[in-house]
């Protein structure tokens, strides 16, 4: 599967929000509007994984050559994954993310 082929649009499976392909950036891998994802990949972008768990947003990490991430926990299996922050995430989404992982 190609790059292209992977950035698709598509809805949200935990808001239902449609959600288009990113436009700067290579793949979108997690809804700007809730900030929540699929687990889909074992490695970034092979789609390889049948877990197909929500993944939750649970703290924001700093990346010195990828920059802001997200890092996601999938409620059906536990693994955390780092994605890149989009310029159209909700930023109040972010920003609470950040209040809550410095508090604890």
């Avoid at 599967?1 to 649009?9: F, I, P």
């Avoid at 789609?47 to 010195?64: D, E, L, Q, Y």
């Amino acid at each position: 599967m190609g790059r292209k082929t992977e950035n698709t649009d598509f809805n949200c499976i935990s808001c239902g929000e449609f959600v288009s392909a990113i436009k700067k950036g290579t793949i979108r891998n997690h809804c700007p509007f809730c900030l929540r994802s699929v687990h889909v990949d074992d490695l970034p972008g092979d789609r390889a994984n049948g877990c197909h768990g929500v993944m939750h947003p649970v703290r924001v990490v700093s990346h010195s050559a990828k920059g802001w991430q997200i890092l996601h926990r999938c409620e059906k299996c536990g693994r955390e994954q780092p994605n890149r922050l989009a310029d159209d995430d909700n930023t109040d989404i972010v920003a609470e993310i950040m209040r809550n992982s410095a508090l604890g």
